[in-house]
């Protein structure tokens, strides 16, 4: 038996009501339906109704930005010195330094940051530095002793300058003489051969 039905009758000259007492389910007195049967009971979310809800904040989305506005180079480069660096390793530093040494140029148009990228690098048979009596003939390197060798260096790269509202982008086939200068420490000079490839401009959008 899923229950049963009570009929109420009203004061006041009412109509009759009808009643289902459930006994198998704790479902409390519900006015009947016809031909017995409990009505169900009213949605939470009638058909039509207005439903209020408190929408997901919106994602911050980051700006649009065609590239990083940064020139970063190997981070090898970057890395603090080691005494077991390679010569390779040192004549890439010493050719950074150079390029970075812009970034403290005092002047309002020198770059916020500078970044090499090596694409290739090759270190040539060296020879020693000789004092001669004609020292425009290019064999005698002033920075470095008499008797140190002097490494000849051909790479390609790319040098990269950071500024305020633009990045720099210059294609290097480079020529270089490297050598241990009187401190010692690793140094490179422009050599014979040096040229700049092509020259790119980017603008950031304002």
Not at 62 to 80: E, V
Not at 110 to 132: M, S
Not at 185 to 193: D, H, L, R, Y
């Amino acid at each position: 038996m899923n229950g049963y039905e009570i009929k109420f009758d009203p004061e006041n000259n009412r109509p009759p009501e009808q009643f289902t007492v459930g006994t198998t389910e704790s479902r409390g007195i519900r006015p009947a339906r016809a031909g017995g049967q409990a009505p169900a009971s009213p949605s939470a979310n009638p058909a039509g109704s207005a439903v209020r809800t408190n929408p997901a904040p919106p994602v911050p989305q980051p700006a649009a930005s065609a590239k990083a506005r940064s020139c970063p180079s190997d981070p090898l480069l970057t890395a603090a010195q080691q005494a077991s660096d390679s010569q390779d390793l040192s004549f890439k530093r010493a050719i950074l330094s150079g390029y970075q040494k812009k970034v403290a140029e005092p002047t309002g148009s020198a770059p916020l940051a500078v970044g090499v990228a090596f694409d290739t690098f090759q270190i040539g048979q060296p020879r020693l530095n000789q004092q001669t009596l004609d020292r425009t003939d290019g064999t005698y390197i002033r920075g470095a002793a008499v008797g140190e060798k002097i490494f000849p260096v051909r790479t390609a790269f790319t040098e990269c300058e950071l500024y305020r509202r633009e990045i720099l982008r210059t294609a290097v086939d480079g020529r270089y003489e490297c050598y241990k200068d009187t401190f010692g420490g690793w140094a490179c000079v422009n050599a014979s051969g040096w040229r700049t490839l092509k020259t790119e401009r980017e603008v950031f959008a304002q």
